[in-house]
């Protein structure tokens, strides 16, 4: 596997990759990596001629009172898990190589990103989709892979390509769970045993919304008020937000119907905040509707 650290020799690299015809398929992330980041890994290797990665936890995403100091890196066994996997090339630039001196241009997607995880946490948004912007012009991939756990920031990276013309296609791809449901992520290193056996409340929670939903169950309120009461149960979790939205604005809906809806929550488990999300579709089936964890 190469390992690249400067952006022009990255673009060299891509664009070498693209005179030779191949499919480029590109997982961008910020390390610690796990489970979840090896999926991408698997899906771009089956659809993709070349796979490449990025490495770079990303500062401009990081609010003043979050964990960019703290934030778990991992390098060396990244790299290990990155080669058994089958990565081409690792773009892991340092963040003067992304954001040199003077840097003073932003992307901000209006709208989608000021409600819920942007309210919650605000510029997060400004920043993600500024680094994938950059991350998109230097490594000119075809395909993107994300997991579908991250949401809203999906919908805000499609809507941006959208309206910039890119040609750059994101493929959303399953969440992957422990065998307790809790959702992979990062940031799970945070937390203490007691915390980790309490963090699989989010799944319960989701679990016990999708069961009324496949009862008939259609009203926002009722579905929000199941939801937090399973995480009521558990003492150490604290709700920031559960909220049911439609899939492609992020507005909130009053009753769920044939569009594509997510139910989404963010919970405090100790100090640590996860998000999760149940996704629900209309089904071949007329009236029935499928339920995704």
Known sequence: MEIVRTVSWMKEAARLARAENQVIGFVPTMGALHEGHLSLLRRAKSECS???????????????NEDLSKYP????????????????LLFAPEPEEIYPAGFSTYV?????????EGKARPGHFRGVATVVLKLFDVIQPHFAFFGRKDAQQIRILQRMLLDLNSDVEIVVCPIVREPDGLALSSRNAYLNAQERSAAAALNRALKAAARQVQTGVRDSLTLQSTV????????????????IVDALSFEPVAHIGSRATYVLLA???????????????ASADLGALNCSL
């Open 267 to 281: 919970v405090f488990v100790g100090k640590t905040r996860l998000i999760d999300n149940l996704l629900v579709e």
């Open 73 to 88: 890196r991992t390098f060396a066994s990244d790299i290990e898990k990155l080669e058994a996997a089958g990565v081409d």
């Open 50 to 64: 070349q796979v490449f990665a990025s490495i770079f936890v990303n500062p401009t995403q990081f609010g003043p």
């Open 228 to 243: 937090r009461d399973v995480l009521a149960q558990e003492k150490l979790a604290r709700v920031d937000y559960v909220e």
């Open 108 to 116: 901000t997607v209006e709208g989608l990103s000021q409600r819920l």
